[in-house]
Nanobody, 122 residues
């Protein structure tokens, strides 16, 4: 079993930055692909970014490419999402997830965190 806990969300003005963290416990994350997803009110959960076990393979959605950066520190069992140039449309609950590979589809992930709220004001 893997428990995931996200942190770092909050309220920020458009153009600002936040860094989300996802800390794993119960088992090392080094053998997992990791992903970040988000869900805005009234919308389906959508893929944001993913990273392979080694960090060598990264996927990003077109909506965040060039603004968000996913990274991981396996020694700390932590995955990060650095979010720059935030826009009001980035407002959502952000979730991290662990799976065998860095998938883009949420159905392939085995473990999920509880989510952290990100609100971007205009």
């Amino acid at each position: 079993q893997v428990q995931l806990v996200e942190s770092g969300g909050g309220l920020v003005q458009a153009g600002g930055s936040l860094r989300l963290s996802c800390v794993a416990s119960g088992r090392t994350l080094s053998s997992n692909g990791m992903g970040w997803f988000r869900q805005a009110p009234g919308k389906e959960r959508e893929f944001v970014a993913s990273i392979s076990m080694s960090g060598g393979t990264i996927g990003e959605s077109d909506s965040v490419k060039g603004r968000f950066t996913i990274s991981r520190d396996n020694a700390k069992n932590t995955v990060y999402l650095q979010m720059n140039s935030l826009k009001p449309e980035d407002t959502a609950v952000y979730y991290c997830a662990a799976g065998r590979n860095p998938y883009r589809r949420d159905v392939y992930y085995d473990y999920w965190g509880q989510g952290t709220q990100v609100t971007v004001s205009s």
